[in-house]
């Protein structure tokens, strides 16, 4: 145990990755008024060079911060913990903040904790190993349990973990990590029941880190600053968090009609796969597999997350016999129920994935999907009106005459007209703005 634990911890020492100030500018700008008298706790954070200490110290009056906190981890020497309860000057450059901000704050050492290594072969053991600032370390729950709000990069490798400890202590947090984290079963559980989404303005590409001068530069988009800095290019990079904001509850605005030719069925789930988020059906109430990035839209008023589409989270209602191929070319293997994966017939078998051994139909394997509902699908009457608003040919006075002769008749249905009212602001909205 003593050496997966250090094995832990050199990871975590191996996964830093810097936020750029720019990010977390753009992130932090929409929760200002949550702030407000609160402990912030950046518990992976070195102050004398984290974007998210200069941040918090440059606008600890702004934000009225009651105190910041921070501790990070560190390998073979004794970290410390720096509280900061403000009042330096945050004129400057970030190195002459940063070091008023320090002098200022109070700064603790923290506990070494020392540890046998891994092994290395048979006959080699590794020397024994310390390591300090953890934060998983009893001294570091201590402060997790005093503060408000964390809000830090943590290690990648360590997501999960990081995450079960904000839950475990029920703390608000702002934090970035991996885009595919989403479909860790621990963190989409989170995210079905409500108690984790994903922030407000980070929701496509990639985004710069910087990284110790000792990581390997091995990424596919990397530079060296002009002191020498080392920065690489991450994909899929998100904020997770519980901290609300405005934009979460805004409606997607959905303009396309359900079509059973352009939305196939999976042949193992009793729902129509949607490739893009921006094609999901306005009108259509049944389930949907939906890419994960879907989360970057999701307003939990308008769609009912059902479940994960992998083995584990849904109930396959298929039991086929499956071939597996490589490039549409069999293998001689075969599965049960395509591995557990969503699937839905191929329309060019020399790319399927699998093939039915008794029927000789090919498949293709569906990436993770989000399996939703809508929960305000459109009525046909709203979407007849819909339609005749996107077409610019119709003058309005035209337009007028159709939606009083469409809702005239069901006008004593109230719920129907309220609900075409709001559609009508909506569309308003969109053929000003697009």
């Keep these: 145990m003593a050496s997966k634990n250090f094995d832990n911890a050199k990871k975590a020492k191996a996964d830093e990755f810097y936020t750029q100030l720019s990010d977390i500018e753009k992130e932090l700008k929409n929760y200002k008024a949550q702030f407000k008298n609160k402990v912030v706790f950046c518990n992976c954070d070195d102050p004398e060079t984290s974007n998210f200490y200069y941040y918090f110290v440059s606008n600890f009056d702004e934000l009225k911060l009651k105190k910041l906190i921070t501790t990070h981890f560190e390998l073979d020497k004794p970290s410390y913990k720096l509280e900061y309860y403000g009042g330096a000057d945050v004129k400057g450059d970030k190195e002459?903040?940063?070091?008023?901000?320090?002098?200022?704050?109070?700064?603790?050492?923290?506990?070494?904790?020392?540890?046998?290594?891994?092994?290395?072969?048979?006959?080699?053991?590794?020397?024994?190993?310390?390591?300090?600032?953890?934060?998983r370390s009893p001294e570091c729950i201590e402060l997790l349990k005093l503060s408000d709000i964390v809000v830090t990069n943590p290690p990648f490798s360590l997501f999960r973990e990081f995450v079960s400890q904000l839950i475990e202590y029920k703390k608000k947090y702002l934090i970035i990590g991996n885009v595919n984290a989403i479909t860790y079963k621990e963190i989409f559980k989170l995210i079905k029941e409500n108690k984790i989404w994903l922030g407000q303005s980070?929701?496509?590409?990639?985004?710069?880190?910087?990284?110790?001068?000792?990581?390997?530069?091995?990424?596919?988009?990397?530079?060296?600053?002009?002191?020498?800095?080392?920065?690489?290019?991450?994909?899929?990079?998100?904020w997770f968090t519980n901290l609300d904001y405005t934009e979460r509850h805004e409606d997607l605005i959905l303009y396309k009609n359900y079509d059973e030719n352009e939305y196939p069925n999976f042949d193992n789930y009793d729902a129509i796969n949607i490739d893009v988020t921006k094609d999901i059906p306005m009108d259509y109430a049944g389930n949907m597999g939906v890419p994960i990035t879907f989360l970057d839209k999701y307003n939990p008023e308008q769609f009912e997350i059902i479940a994960l589409g992998i083995v584990g989270s849904v109930e396959f209602s298929c039991n086929k016999e499956m071939e597996i191929l490589k490039d549409g070319k069999p293998t001689g293997k075969t599965t049960m129920n395509a591995k557990g994966t969503l699937y839905i017939k191929s329309k060019d078998k020399t790319k399927a994935a699998f093939r039915n051994v008794k029927t000789g139909e090919y498949y293709d394997s569906i990436y993770a999907r989000i399996l939703i509902r809508n929960l305000k699908p459109v009525h046909n009457i709203q979407r007849k009106i819909f339609s005749y608003c996107i077409n610019d040919s119709i003058p309005l006075i035209i337009f007028i005459n159709k939606l009083s002769l469409e809702l005239w008749p069901y006008i004593e249905f109230a719920t129907i007209a309220i609900n075409t009212f709001f559609l009508i602001i909506n569309i308003i909205f969109y053929k000003v703005f697009n």
């Design 96 to 135: 002459t903040v940063i070091k008023r901000a320090i002098k200022l704050g109070q700064k603790t050492k923290l506990k070494q904790n020392f540890q046998q290594g891994s092994q290395a072969d048979l006959f080699e053991v590794e020397p024994i190993r310390s390591y300090s600032g953890d934060f």
């Design 202 to 238: 980070i929701h496509s590409g990639d985004r710069e880190f910087q990284v110790p001068e000792s990581y390997p530069l091995k990424a596919a988009g990397f530079r060296i600053g002009p002191n020498g800095e080392h920065y690489i290019r991450i994909k899929g990079v998100r």
